[in-house]
């Protein structure tokens, strides 16, 4: 009986375990998953700030009606001291810490020289105008960045604002690579009749790496032989995961499910109700690592990278977050599903006339992963649905999409 994705992930979910910490410099921070809360140390804005260039004045919503005498200037980084009355002002610079008694800032294009040698304003303004209060932004002590978060670089502006120039992180889980099928040849060996090259396992190598990975181990191939295969699922246990592709499907040479069984790996499910992808393995190492066994299909493999290994190795790296996040976006053209279960289609995104649409990619099947290299991501047709049309909104997955484009 096939279970659905979603149970699929639910029932793997909960023997992920993570890893143990270590700490990095902002420099090696962005990838990286955060193991502590970082709060704010202290107010951000931590002073009054001018937002603008021009002058600080004691507000008196008179400002147009006399001229000013310049008595000071405070730049960034400096500060100001002194008595000041309502005829005075000080010139001030974006940044700089507005000194009392001066309650708002004045932007240069609002001012002109007084014949007097003071400024005149041309312009009202409020009282406190153009001034970015103390902890408007962040006040001292709040949550700024949870435990959990994958660090991007305007993470990193972050860490850097409030000090932390060094911070724990998850170490990442190991992962082992293995392909299993005796049609296949790598890349680098010629490949003549009825072999193919090995696309899959440098899939998963590249999309690892791509994740932040470094601890992987590629096993290289084996074909459909139970001793071979069973000496290199040995050598793959060593690893928190051990991702397999091809072999798990109900074909006589679909030995793989067997093989791991003699290894002493506990199957947690071997079916699931989805295409591509139906015959997916999960189960569970005599050490607790974890293994998926994928077919060899390798569209499958891809969808699958994303849509049920990455949730895993991210979790098992600490995100607190680590479920792929939907767009929900309109069908450019009806689509079917005929599988009986949840399908994965590939597609790209088409924007005209300021909509954007997921458009499926025409694609000869399952197999042609040539056809999904130009995809942007996936879309999701439920189980139980048959047919959507066009306009529908769907669930996209922007798994691939690097979102460029030649237009504007
Ligand atoms: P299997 O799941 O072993 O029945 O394989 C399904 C299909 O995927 C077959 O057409 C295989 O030749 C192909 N295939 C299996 N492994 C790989 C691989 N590592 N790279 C590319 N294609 C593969
Ligand atoms: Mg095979």
């Given at each position: ?302 969808v699958h990278f994303h849509m049920?290994?990455r ?13 792929p ?72 997955y922007?798994i ?9």
């Amino acid at each position: 009986m096939a279970i659905t994705y979603e149970e699929a992930l639910a029932s793997v979910l909960p023997i992920v375990r993570t890893q143990e910490v270590h700490r990095v410099t902002l420099a090696d921070a962005a990838g990286e998953i955060l193991a502590m809360d970082v709060t704010a140390d202290r107010n951000i804005p931590p002073f009054p700030r001018a937002a603008m260039d021009g002058y600080a004045v004691v507000w008196t919503g008179r400002e147009t009606e006399s001229a000013y005498r310049v008595i000071g200037t405070v730049n960034p980084g400096s500060t100001w001291h002194g008595d000041a009355a309502d005829s005075d002002c000080i010139g001030i610079m974006t940044g700089a810490m507005v000194p009392p008694p001066f309650d708002a800032v004045i932007q240069v294009e609002l001012s002109e020289a007084d014949p007097g040698g003071g400024v005149r304003f041309t312009g009202p303004v409020k009282r406190r105008a153009n001034i970015a209060e103390e902890g408007e932004d962040v006040r001292k002590g709040s949550l700024l960045i949870g435990a959990g978060t994958l660090l991007s670089p305007h993470h990193v502006a972050t860490l850097s604002s409030v000090g932390q120039w060094e911070v724990p992180v998850y170490k990442r889980p190991s992962v082992a690579v293995l392909a299993t099928g005796s049609e296949l040849l790598e890349p680098w060996e010629s490949a003549q009749g009825p072999m193919i090259r090995n696309s899959n396992s440098h899939f998963l190598l590249a999309a690892l790496k791509g994740l932040g990975f470094t601890e992987v181990r590629y096993l290289g191939i084996v074909p459909d032989d139970r001793e071979q295969i069973v000496s290199k699922i040995r050598e793959g246990l060593d690893c928190d995961f051990l991702l397999l592709s091809g072999g798990v499907s109900v074909g006589d040479v679909d030995i793989v499910p067997d093989c791991l069984s003699a290894c002493g790996v506990r199957k947690i499910l071997h079916k699931v109700a989805v295409k591509p992808g139906k015959p997916i393995f999960a189960g569970e190492s005599p050490g607790g690592g974890i293994v998926i066994g994928l077919p060899g299909n390798p569209v499958a493999v891809m969808v699958h990278f994303h849509m049920f290994i990455r949730p895993l190795l991210l979790k098992a790296s600490g995100t607190a977050e680590y479920l792929p996040k939907p767009i929900h976006l309109p069908l450019a053209s009806s689509a079917t599903n005929k599988s009986g279960g949840k399908k994965f289609t590939i597609a790209r995104l088409e924007t005209h006339g300021g909509v954007t649409r997921v458009a499926e990619i025409p694609s000869h099947g399952s197999g042609d992963f040539v056809s999904a290299g130009r995809a942007d991501g996936v879309f999701e047709i439920p189980l139980g649905t048959v047919e959507l049309p066009a306009g529908h909104l769907v669930r996209f997955y922007p798994i691939w999409g690097n979102f460029l484009s030649k237009e504007g």
